[in-house]
């Protein structure tokens, strides 16, 4: 969890977690805004924990690729953690939660701009539900199938008019 406490490493993850190539670190330094140094320190911290890993060079050998070691990952937390792995885990999750708030406001900020299309379907909800534990568990996997041919890494022809989509989903029980 602390490897991912950070936005830039987050973002990188992000970034190298849709990208069918990989990225060098002058490449994630362009999609982060740091300089290649700093976003090489970053995704060597990344590497560390297995989040990513080197992949095989373009060319030359001289550039180091760098790819995704998974294509989604989730948050979670061990019920039985102790107080600073509490802590670093409500850390983490302030931080993928600010993240995604912010992808949503930007996207709302210029959707006035989109193609009608996109600004029909474009939308946030919130639904109150009364369901069971094992009715949410069956949603979210039959949710997770339908999104599966459609995640980045898995298409290899992408239709002229795609686009990325940032689609998130939050169940949590409120009452």
Known sequence: MRALAHPARLELLEHLSTSTEGATATECAAVVGLSPSATSYHLRALAKVGMIHEAPGRG???ERVWRASYQSYSIA?????GPEEQAAGQALVELVLARQNEKVRRSIARLRDEPSAWF???TISDQT???TDDEISHVLSS?????EPLK???RTELPSNVRTVSFQIRAVPVD
């Open 77 to 81: 937390s061990e019920r039985d953690a």
């Open 120 to 122: 029909d379907i474009a």
């Open 143 to 147: 949710i997770d199938k339908l999104l």
């Open 152 to 154: 980045r890494a898995n």
């Open 60 to 62: 030359d050998g001289r």
């Open 129 to 131: 539900l009364a369901a």
